[in-house]
């Protein structure tokens, strides 16, 4: 599927292809690089959160969501999205 340039079918058909090419891209190759077999080759945390939040950043402007008041930044949205889990990490 990816390998033939395929995104669209591993978006969530919910989504009704409303949604910004390129910033889903950009997150299936952050995704893909944190589960790369080699360590050195991951990205950091702080690494994926940049990523992720250039992702929505697009999106935001792509929907012009980004216009919510004229003082707050997409930066600021993503940042006050909780992004916590009442479950912590596994055990492997």
């Known amino acids: 599927m990816l390998g ?16 910004e090419t390129n910033s889903v891209w950009k997150a299936v ?9 080699k360590s050195n080759k991951r990205p950091n945390t702080s690494q994926v959160v940049t990523e992720l939040k250039e992702c929505l950043t697009a999106e ?3 929907t012009n969501q980004s216009r919510l008041t004229d003082s707050t930044s997409s ?9 916590t889990s009442e479950h912590g990490p596994l055990a492997r």
């Open 75 to 83: 930066t600021e949205i993503f940042s006050s999205t909780n992004l």
């Open 60 to 62: 935001l402007a792509r």
């Open 29 to 37: 190759e952050t995704a893909m690089a944190c589960v790369s077999p």
């Open 4 to 19: 033939n340039g395929d995104i669209r079918s591993i978006v969530d058909q919910r989504l009704q292809e409303d949604f």
